[in-house]
């Protein structure tokens, strides 16, 4: 009879990592930039999508899209929100490799009454516990910290331009035809360069179902193009969320989604949501001396209005012809 006496698999080594900026911002302003994930997107440039699955008053669990490395990645954190002590604390359930496991911390102290340290914190293991591994994740955390904290940094201290750089707006077309058929439309992005004339471009990869990631050329009104490149996030047949990885040069961000809704009296009110921050800076610069970020404002709201109504009328034709 024989015996197994091996030594049972070391655990897989935990790394450790900091990254930190002064920002000259309340430290209370700062916090609730970190808490409110719904924003995100908007504010920190990996970010691509985050939705709620679970949330009261001090924690929350979230689906994070975003890209790493070059990579589109997504994953489940649980976050503990705790005011009193201008922390967030989070901790990756579900992880994608190379990452075995994730957590870490968002540490802010006040220096003054205007101003403050943030610290973000990472513990992780890497698959494997491999050196590549441990490596891509390094380098992803180095680029995606920094790219978090400068983005808190520039929201925070312009805290109060805000409200007039940033804004929302819907274009909603009913469709006398099916959900699936406007779905189909909307979702085959590939064959828009055949389906819409404002489309001069557009390369599309889905390695992943679900996860789309593009690049488009778009005729606006006053007859220039525009590259722009995204990722999209499809959830069923009724909705399309994307951000713009690359954005014109007048916004800082720009993100939107697709809604494919029933109604009572039949057929489906399809809406495209647009939600942009000006680049305050480059106003002048792309429409002329004495511009402003309300001049900006119309130009940018204009011009998407325009696209996203046209693509809704191609689709409304689309599926309308379909149902016969």
């Not at 999508?49 to 949330?55: C, G, I, K, S, W």
């Not at 899209?65 to 954190?77: D, F, R």
């Not at 403050?116 to 891509?136: I, K, P, Q, R, S």
């Not at 489906?268 to 792309?286: F, L, W």
Request: proline letters at 4%; aromatic letters at 6%.
């Amino acid at each position: 009879m024989s015996v197994d006496v091996s030594a049972p698999a070391a655990a897989p080594q935990e790394h450790r990592t900091l990254h930190s900026a002064a920002i000259q911002a309340p430290a209370e302003v700062v916090y609730d930039i970190i808490a409110d994930v719904t924003r995100w997107p908007q504010f920190f440039a990996p970010n691509v999508h985050v939705e709620h699955l679970e949330r009261d008053d001090t924690s929350e669990r979230i689906h994070i899209w975003a890209t790493a490395n070059g990579e589109v990645k997504h994953w489940i954190s649980r976050r503990e929100l705790d005011r009193a002590s201008l922390s967030v604390a989070f901790r990756q359930e579900v992880s994608q490799p190379p990452v075995a496991s994730m957590g870490g911390k968002w540490v802010i102290t006040p220096t003054s009454p205007a101003g403050c340290l943030l610290e973000l914190y990472h513990d992780f293991t890497a698959v494997d516990g491999t050196a590549e591994g441990e490596e891509w994740i390094r380098a992803a955390l180095d680029r995606n910290s920094a790219a978090e904290l400068d983005g808190i940094k520039r929201i925070a201290e312009l805290a109060d331009q805000l409200g007039e750089s940033m804004f929302t707006f819907d274009d909603t077309v009913h469709i006398d035809g099916a959900g699936k058929d406007v779905f189909d439309f909307l979702n085959r992005a590939d064959l828009w360069p055949e389906r819409l004339p404002h489309v001069a471009r557009l390369e599309l990869a889905e390695e992943t179902p679900g996860l789309q990631v593009m690049a488009m050329d778009t005729r606006t009104a006053d007859g220039s193009t525009h590259t722009t490149e995204s990722v999209r996030v499809v959830f069923g047949e009724d909705r399309i969320v994307y951000k713009q990885t690359t954005v014109p040069a007048l916004m800082t961000a720009h993100t939107g989604r697709w809604t494919i809704v029933p109604t009572e009296r039949g057929g489906v009110d399809v809406t495209s949501r647009h939600t942009v921050i000006i680049k305050a800076e480059a106003v002048e610069k792309v429409l002329g001396e004495g511009k402003t970020v309300v001049d900006a404002r119309a130009y940018i709201h204009r011009a998407l209005s325009t696209n996203s109504t046209n693509t809704l009328k191609h689709a409304r034709a689309y599926a309308e012809a379909r149902r016969g």
